[in-house]
């Protein structure tokens, strides 16, 4: 039984509308006291000055003009990447599968760069590379799209289970191309001919960022001022509202599911003909998930996407700088890495919902 | 029963929401014991706000609940069970693939014991004449007896203090009538039930007393013996209102759809509708009138080309006599013939609207792919004519970019409307046009469409309220498990007809 007087002492209540502002207060709010948190943490730890510590996450990412080149062509591969999955998920079509698809477009790139070294030239194959690379990706995502389209497959499982396809095929070939025979690897592809290496810009960063910029500016455009984006929009929120206005459902899922794919795709060509030059099974390095966290962290805003990625590029280069630094292990950069994490994503609770506490509650008779 | 002892006394409670106004403003109201009491008041007058107070869903910013002379804090619905005050919401809160009794006893403390459950179900229907199949799954069960469950629900945990919110909403007048009957069981028994309803015949047939809400204030009350229709009409909207429908005559009627022979099946094989032929006429109203689920919602997916239809033809007759195959077509092809189709369909947000987005933006949902661009959309059309119709049409809302789904129920009604008639449709399909609005939204809903007959669209009106067809309707076809059992003039057949028409099977 309640008693009299028993009352809560705070109300868990949904706001309204929370408005920009107020969400991003609360936002860097929550980053702040993380920081604050990891301090403790730290000093618990190891009995270092925090001060010192987040110094030196910020070296990490920044502290050289090759370092910060560097997290900046990170950010930019996983922000394009989050871009690619994002119409998926606007239309709720939940692509797990960027791992497989950015694979399959490292993948065609590399075929292009091993196979036609010393028939094409190079801006041909550069060319070729290009075409298949976007088409290997837009295909390893359009096989699950047709499945919902057509049998209403689940696409969560489907686009996950062409991941480890992927890099199976991915592991096939590595062999069948490997260089030196027996060693497991291809190494680096053309080291002598340069033949299919993505042209430098500037300096061998810059191609990344700008590509990652262009998509950025073009998926933000597309999402809200093309009537494709717009029916992706309605399809993601109700079904039955976009059979009724007359959109095709399954077409709309297709088209979109061939854009996520090929974008997936020319991040792989980027990884493999731009940055790496090689090809392995964890050129990846599990981002086409990292990028599920980016894209859901910055609510599906491209714009938005741009900070969360830089955020998460940020800890992770910076953790592992203080793991060197200070002679801890890697363990220790993602325990950081995972409090920071925890506040931004808890903090999502606070701009849905307001906590208000009990002022004495105006008793009458007055 | 009539003794006037106070079960509950609500006292200066106000209760504020973010960013909105007051919901419920210093209201004081009492509930007696063993009397039925109506909750009236205009969509967003705070009749569901004050009564979520009472059974704990929300808490109050200021003011006393007292009950049985104590007053009490609740904070939760089990705090509200605990009182004895047990509310069944409009919208049902059942799993699905639990059957009747797991569901009744869901979240209860103490040990497991579903036989047991089972008699004490039995011993609670057989007294108060609720007809209830313990051992079905609730994915099986008709919206009535959904309900039957939540309210054996509530009474299994002892509740004294009844709580129904519009629970005649989606019932058929026999339902209701059953319904009534068993709240008059209950009333009996000593129970105090408040019912909130827009349905003022209903509040007149089954309430001791009926109490007025206004913009969250509590207006007055008065026993509804001693009131009229009118008197609570008036006392609800804050002025006096006519109360008649008009049915202007149809001005130049002629064939603008005709349907012949139209069959439907439901993905089971179910037959929705058998050999359904009629003709709609420009300038005129045709109501549907039936049980719901007899195919009111089939036909007019039908004609609007979202059903998968096994046979028949549907023939749009344009002005100049050329016809127009209708059958097959998706909404998008029926568009692309230049045949204007508007449908206000039954599931306003989950069909007709987007929620989530603003109101503008779900103007486009109709013009997004006109425009100069083939590539972008225009963004300015929709949004003039979201203006116009916030305009036009006194939509409540804080300003254009508002989520529609945050809009009351007459408001989203409104603007769903307003978007299907800006584009002067030479058909126009609505089901359950005015459900869950009230008085006032109602009223301008018949008005608009009245404007749409005046302009020449033939109306098709799919209504449950049967007064209103026969106010509002030229012709009324009546459907009964998916066949048409009679075409009858809306100027001189009464509801008793139709209801009788409603309930036997075509003789055709």
């Known amino acids: ?366 | 029963m009539n003794n006037n002892e106070i079960a509950v006394s609500l006292r200066n409670i106000t209760k504020t929401f973010v960013g909105t106004v007051l919901a419920n403003n210093n209201v004081n109201l009492d509930i007696k014991k063993g009397e039925i009491l109506s909750l009236l008041g205009e969509n967003g007058s705070g009749k569901t706000t004050l009564m979520n107070m009472l059974s704990g869903i929300y808490h109050p910013d200021a003011g006393q609940i007292i009950i049985n002379g104590k007053e009490v804090t609740i904070n939760s619905p089990r705090d509200a069970f605990a009182l004895g005050i047990g509310m069944v919401h409009q919208h049902f809160k059942l799993i699905d693939i639990f059957n009747a009794t797991e569901n009744i006893v869901l979240g209860l403390d103490g040990k497991l014991n579903l036989a047991d459950a089972e008699k004490k179900i039995k011993a609670i229907c057989d007294k108060y004449g609720f007809e209830i199949n313990t051992n079905k799954k609730i994915y099986d069960m008709s919206v009535s007896e959904k309900q039957t469950v939540e309210i054996v629900k509530v009474l299994f945990r002892g509740a004294e203090i009844l709580i129904l919110d519009e629970p005649t909403a989606v019932l058929t007048p026999q339902e209701t009538e059953h319904l009534f009957q068993v709240m008059r069981n209950m009333k009996e028994d000593g129970k105090s039930i408040v019912i909130i309803t827009h349905k003022l015949n209903e509040i007149q047939s089954i309430s001791d007393r009926v109490a007025v809400l206004r913009q969250g204030e509590f207006i007055g009350d008065m026993k509804t013996s001693d009131s009229t229709i009118k008197e609570m009409t008036d006392m609800m909207v804050g002025h006096a209102v006519s109360l008649n429908i008009d049915r202007p005559e149809p001005v130049d009627p002629q064939p603008r759809i005709k349907v012949e022979n139209l069959t439907v099946l439901d993905e089971e094989g179910v037959v929705k509708l058998d050999n359904v032929s009629f003709t709609a006429n420009r300038g005129e109203i045709l109501g549907i009138a039936g049980i719901s689920g007899c195919g009111q919602k089939e036909l007019l997916r039908a004609i609007a080309g979202l059903e998968i239809v096994k046979e028949g033809k549907i023939t749009y007759i344009h002005r100049d006599g050329r016809t127009e195959e209708l059958l097959g077509m998706s909404p998008r092809e029926i568009s692309e013939l230049g045949v204007k189709l508007s449908f206000v369909p039954e599931d306003r947000l989950g069909m007709g609207l987007v929620g989530n987005m603003n109101i503008a933006d779900n103007m486009m949902l109709r013009s997004y792919r006109k425009g100069s661009s083939r590539f972008f959309t225009d963004k300015k059309t929709p949004r003039d004519l979201a203006e116009k119709v916030v305009d036009q049409l006194q939509v409540a809302t804080p300003n254009l970019d508002t989520p529609v789904r945050q809009l009351s129920g007459g408001n989203v009604q409104k603007v769903l409307v307003g978007r299907e008639i800006a584009s002067e449709p030479r058909v126009l399909l609505t089901a359950y046009a005015v459900r869950g609005l009230d008085i006032n939204s109602s009223y301008q809903i018949y008005d608009l469409i009245n404007q749409q007959k005046a302009l020449g669209a033939a109306v098709i009106f799919v209504g449950e309220d049967l007064d209103v067809l026969v106010e509002l309707c030229d012709r009324i076809l009546v459907l009964c498990e998916g066949r048409v059992t009679g075409i009858v003039d809306g100027r001189t057949t009464d509801k008793y007809t139709l209801g009788s028409m409603m309930t036997q099977k075509g003789e055709a």
């Open chain 1, 1 to 366: 039984m309640p008693m009299k007087n028993k009352e809560p002492r705070f109300y868990i209540s949904k706001r309204a509308d929370a408005d920009r502002r107020t969400a991003w207060t609360i936002r860097i709010i929550a980053i702040v006291i993380s920081l604050i948190v990891c301090g403790i943490v730290t000093m618990i730890c190891t009995g270092d000055n925090p001060i010192s510590i987040f110094a030196t996450i910020f070296k990490g990412a920044f502290g050289t003009q090759r370092k910060a080149w560097i997290t900046l062509q990170y950010v930019a591969v996983l922000l394009i990447i989050s871009l690619a999955l994002t119409p998926a998920f606007k239309m709720q079509f939940w692509n797990v599968g960027g791992e497989g698809q950015v694979l399959m477009g490292g993948l065609s790139a590399a075929a292009c760069m091993i196979t036609l070294e010393n028939k094409l030239p190079n801006a041909v194959v550069i060319l070729l590379m290009i075409v298949t690379s976007l088409l290997a990706g837009a295909i390893w995502g359009v096989i699950p799209a047709i499945f919902k389209a057509l049998w209403n497959t689940n696409e969560t499982l489907s686009t996950l289970m062409m991941n480890y396809i992927a890099t199976q095929l991915v592991a096939f070939f590595t062999i069948v191309w490997e260089v030196p025979k027996g060693s497991g690897k291809i190494g680096i592809i053309n080291q002598n001919s340069n033949i299919g290496w993505l042209p430098n810009i500037g300096n061998k960063y810059l191609l990344s960022i700008l590509v990652a910029i262009i998509v950025t500016a073009g998926m933000y455009v597309y999402l809200k001022y093309t009537k494709q984006g717009y029916e992706i929009s309605v399809v993601g929120e109700s079904l039955n509202t976009a059979r009724y206005v007359g959109i095709m459902v399954e077409k709309v899922i297709v088209r979109t599911m061939i854009l996520s794919g090929a974008l997936c795709g020319l991040a792989g060509l980027l990884l493999v003909g731009g940055i790496n030059h090689t090809i392995t099974t964890t050129i990846t390095n599990g981002q086409g998930f990292t990028a599920v966290m980016v894209s859901w962290l910055a609510k599906f805003h491209p714009i938005g996407m741009i900070f969360t990625s830089l955020l998460i590029i940020f800890m992770d280069r910076g953790a592992s700088e203080i793991s060197t630094a200070f002679e801890l292990n890697q363990s220790f950069a993602d325990i950081l890495t995972g409090i920071i994490l925890f506040f931004i994503i808890g903090c999502e609770f606070f701009i849905r919902y307001e906590v208000r506490f009990r002022k004495d509650s105006g008793k009458e008779n007055a």
